[in-house]
Nanobody
């Protein structure tokens, strides 16, 4: 199983970016899909998650600005980021809880990360 994230880049404060993450490989079922970020010199932090029933949860710092969504037919999770701030600058990584085959345990997988830079 692999997760491939894309969509990062450089944007001015107040702008928008959309990140996407696609899961591929041996996949039977995906439970939670989430985004985390790690800013320079800081620990990785939770950003948003969406479960199989499309229930979402967000970090307080991004509520009202970011929207997480998923496409179960394509095994993808997206993060629409609006009203970006310089403090949103970080490497954004996707995470998914995946069951590779029927009856197997769910395991967590991480994507490689995509850099988002917000200039002031």
């Amino acid at each position: 199983v692999q997760l491939q994230a894309s969509g990062g880049g450089l944007v001015q404060a107040g702008g928008s970016l959309r990140l996407s993450c696609a899961a591929s490989g041996s996949i039977f079922s995906i439970n939670h899909m989430a985004w985390y970020r790690q800013a320079p010199g800081k620990q990785r932090e939770f950003v948003a998650t969406i479960d199989s029933s499309v229930s979402t949860n967000y970090a307080d710092s991004v509520k009202g600005r970011f929207t997480v969504s998923r496409d179960n037919t394509k095994n993808t999770v997206s993060l629409q980021m609006n009203s970006l701030k310089p403090e949103d600058t970080a490497v954004y990584c996707c995470n998914a809880e995946i069951q590779a085959s029927p009856g197997s345990y769910y395991s967590h997988y991480w994507g490689q990360g995509t850099l988002v830079t917000v200039s002031s």
